[in-house]
């Protein structure tokens, strides 16, 4: 993994995600953070290993044997990550802001597609957030973040 994959690596919704979840409640398997945040436990066993690779997480000791339960590392140092602030100041000010602002919307897919048709997909989704880009500001508008990431999900070594 290279240190721009690890500088971006927290960009993604599933990890802030589940990065928020540990840092409230201390561990973590898959199977819970997929019953707490709504994701299938795959995806978060995933996004859990690629998080671990990228030094963020480490696994826990575990109480059963069986389960594999994931903490946070608390020895990196401090690194500022914008993305990550930005989220983190929205799920702490999400409940003070007026209703209609207190959702916010996660599109997360896993999908087969060709080198070619995932170009192509990331060429739709900049065509369609460009149009939105171009807008001035009006009432009742506020930015709003848009991140999408496409990544093919290679083997794991150690699965």
């Known amino acids: 993994m290279t240190s721009e994959d690890q500088a971006t690596l927290p960009e993604h919704p599933v990890r802030v995600a589940l990065l928020d979840l540990l840092a409230s409640e201390g561990t973590v398997t898959s199977t819970r953070a997929a019953a707490r945040l709504g994701y299938s436990s795959g995806l978060c066993s995933f996004h859990l290993r690629r998080l671990a690779q990228a030094g963020l997480i480490e696994e826990a000791p575990s109480t059963d044997g069986r389960a594999r339960p994931w903490r946070l590392r608390w020895d990196l140092p401090e690194q500022p990550d914008p993305d990550l602030d930005d989220y ?72």
């Open 88 to 159: 983190r100041r929205w799920l702490a000010r999400r409940p003070h802001a007026p209703a209609r602002w207190r959702r916010d919307e996660a599109v997360t897919a896993v999908v087969n597609l060709t080198p070619r048709e995932m170009r192509e997909l990331a060429t739709e989704i900049e065509a369609l957030v460009a149009r939105y880009e171009s807008r001035g500001k009006r009432r009742g508008m506020k930015p709003v973040a848009v991140v999408a990431r496409m990544f093919p999900l290679l083997e794991a070594e150690n699965d």
